[in-house]
């Protein structure tokens, strides 16, 4: 069995509370939401096959003991629990970023879980919250703000179901629609408990950069 990847590549982490860190990358190819703000769209198509024992050959090639699998959408891939056994076992601690509307129940436990809650301005938004109560304190929640509505209501989401302190929150500015001073000052005067998130690896190498 194989999973389809886009890219895979060694660099430093742009966002979650490990901005900064190296990181190598695994980039799936497919989606199943087509998200306005979407910066990966070329993962929606083509890639190549690969097995789970060369993708972790390539990844135990770079120093770096971090991998997040990233897409496109990674839980479209039917052999991703597998493929992140095999690399808990070779001593990677292993992050995955999702959407939130596919189950991530047969993900081994030790993974971290970075769940994109899609907001209202992303054209998708979130019906399906039930991730949710499957999260804990190593995972983390992301929501891609495109305006102050989107802002107040990933704010009435996280109150309602009290997720401050239960879960580390991200909060990041939709990149080139919202000022991250805006959000910051947003964030500030509700006193929510989370992260301002920046994209930094689109501020390092430019936002149409690829393979970084």
Known sequence: MSLRVTEIFHSIQGETSRTGLPCAFVRFTGCDLRCGYCDTAYAFQGGED???AAIVERLLAWP???VTLTGGEPLLQKE???LARQLLEQGFTVAVETHGQ?????LPREVIKIVDVKTPGSGEEAKDLSILDELDGKD???FVVCSRGDFDWSL???RRRRLEGRVP???SPSFEQVEARALAAWMLEAGVQARLNLQAHKYIWGKDARGV
């Open 50 to 52: 690969m097995t789970c």
């Open 64 to 66: 770096t003991r971090f």
């Open 80 to 82: 991703l629990p597998e």
């Open 102 to 106: 596919l189950p991530v129940s047969k």
């Open 140 to 142: 983390e929640l992301k």
């Open 156 to 158: 009435d989401l996280v």
């Open 169 to 171: 929150l991200l909060f």
